[in-house]
């Protein structure tokens, strides 16, 4: 038994963390020099990484891993500073932290006649080829960039989120226009602000804002106190407070949503509304096309710009398998069930590869137990594992918009049940087992 672990995110340290724990030898591989993925600010561009001046969208409580909680001196919503020293500090503590292999990339992962793993990996003294009875994949989810497909060419700077680092001084007096409204979109929208001349802000379609606090209390948390509720009614309260809380959007500019909160992947944002109020920030509608400077919109309208952020979002991609292996990137759902176990390849999990609406990161600690329970012989899968997989993207946990956005998309509580429920199904180890042999 060897098992292989690409990335040293956050799911990728509660990986190696169950299975240092499960007694499970494993190698783990990682691209960058740090633990911490996403959340470790990088300058150069290229690199997959927060901007300088990110912070969670999740509060504390409900991104913390349940058996390492973040420091009681942390804000209810940490920057990234204080969330890659948490990280690290986690590895450290479950003495996984020596054992990763940095600036080791993964080439290429093949599957083998046995069902294993073959994997290529480059590192700092050349190329090796070793096989691995298993292979865990977390590599992460926002690290390819999205573009949108719109007619014509852009002649200022064209840009997506992914190279987004900071407002400096190269933003002072430019027109930029913000592609997207999601969390990235409306956070490079209000940064910035601060600094340029113009900031417009294009939506295709209506979105759901919703506030990092609600009556004092970070929004997830209050959220989590109506989790009794049939979803439907969840849905309705939720969507009555914000109309009540937020006004209209069509008064500020913004297109009104018809659709419930939670029919998409609402964006957590506490300053873009008070910014648009504020006239610091243009909503404009979806673009038709470029011509030089000028972006014409679907409304006939036009203006010049400087600068285009697109923030569409990212690919789910895995360039380390075989081409045709296993190709999400334009996918409205995700075959795999509890989006980690593959139908086909026992071997081969995926941590961390899902989108809910709170934190990833406890829950992918959750799949890792599971998988090292499942590696183990601990756990049953379903008997038919492909009747399993249709019938949970048959049963979504909300009726998500039909989208590439949303094909991972869980509701981050009862995902959390669901996986506790596999958890309460697996046997106690024996000896053998708990002695890793």
Known sequence: MHIAIIGAGPSGITAAKNCAQAGIPFTWFEKSGKVGGNWVFDDALG???????????????????????????????PNHRQLQAYFESYARHFGILDQVRFHHTVRQAQPTRDGGWELEVAGPDGVTTTQFTHLMVANGHHWNPRWPEIPGTFAGRYMHSH??????????????????????????????????????????????????????????????????????????????????????????????????????????????????????????????????????????????????????????????????????????????????????????????????????????????????????????RPRDLPAAIAHEIAHPHYQWEAAPRHSTEVDYHMFRRELLAELATVSRPSAATHTGS
């Not at 690199?47 to 409580?61: A, F, G, M, P, Q």
């Not at 610091?280 to 014409?296: C, L, M, Q």
């Not at 809910?356 to 829950?363: K, S």
Request: glycine letters at 6%.
């Open 163 to 380: 190279d987004f680092k900071r407002a400096d001084d190269s933003w002072r007096g430019a027109r930029v226009l913000v592609i997207g409204a999601g969390n990235s979109a409306c956070d490079v929208a209000v940064e910035t602000a601060r600094m340029a001349q113009a900031v417009h802000l294009s939506m295709r379609s209506p979105q759901w804002f919703v506030p990092k606090y609600l009556f004092g209390t970070p929004s997830d948390v209050m959220a989590s106190r109506s989790t009794w509720l049939p979803r439907a009614w969840r849905q309705w309260g939720l969507t009555k407070l914000l109309g009540f809380v937020q006004g209209r959007y069509r008064d500020i500019g913004l297109p009104e949503n018809t659709e419930p909160v939670l029919s998409h992947h609402p964006t957590v944002n506490s300053e873009l509304l008070d910014v648009i109020r504020h006239g610091r920030i243009v909503p404009r509608p979806g673009i038709a096309r470029f011509d030089g400077h000028s972006v014409h919109f679907t409304d006939g309208s036009s203006d010049n710009y400087d600068v285009v952020v697109a923030c569409t979002g990212f690919k789910i991609s895995f360039p380390f398998f075989p081409a045709g292996f296993l190709d999400l990137e334009h996918a409205e759902q995700v075959p795999l069930y509890k989006k980690m176990m593959h139908a086909e390849h026992q071997s081969l999990y995926f941590i961390g590869l899902f989108q809910p609406l709170g934190c990833i990161w406890p829950l992918a600690d959750y799949q890792a137990k599971l998988a090292c329970a499942d590696i183990h012989g601990r756990y049953q």
């Open 47 to 77: 690199h997959s990484s927060v901007y300088e001046n990110t912070h969670l969208i999740s509060s504390k409580t409900l991104s913390s891993y349940e058996d390492f909680p973040m420091p009681a001196a942390y804000p209810d919503y």
